[in-house]
């Protein structure tokens, strides 16, 4: 069974970098997409950033586009989001996820297998 543990969240100030990781275990994942999604308090989850794992193929929502970076070290199973210039508004708990078709795709639905999530703050 597929299990996703992120870490590397916590508190940082407006303009300040945080790495998190996803690290994926249970099963295979050289033909899926790992996913990263953000939910704030009182809002909808929405998609952060997709990485295939195959070909490193990336995608990105608009609003992070040049501040974050997704990636995908596959000796050891793990993807990671690199955050920088972050904002007040990043301020989410961050979801990582499995995708099994290989599209890069936004939409949660999409998505088979998630972790717990890990928190993120950002002080202005």
């Known amino acids: 069974q597929v299990q996703l543990v992120e870490s590397g969240g916590g508190l940082v100030q407006a303009g300040g970098s945080l790495k998190l990781s996803c690290a994926a275990s249970?099963?295979?994942?050289?033909?899926?997409?790992m996913g990263w999604f953000r939910q704030a308090p009182g809002k909808e989850r929405e998609f952060v950033a997709a990485i295939r794992w195959s070909d490193s193929s990336t995608y990105y929502a608009d609003f992070v586009k040049g501040r974050f970076t997704i990636a995908r070290d596959n000796a050891k199973n793990t993807g990671y989001l690199q955050m920088n210039s972050l904002k007040p508004e990043d301020t989410a708990v961050y979801y990582c996820?499995?995708?099994?078709?290989?599209?890069?795709?936004?939409?949660?639905?999409?998505?088979?297998?998630w972790g717990q999530g890990t928190r993120v703050t950002v002080s202005s």
């Open positions: 996820a499995i995708g099994p078709s290989g599209a890069l795709i936004s939409s949660a639905k999409a998505y088979v297998n």
């Open positions: 249970g099963g295979t994942f050289s033909r899926q997409v």
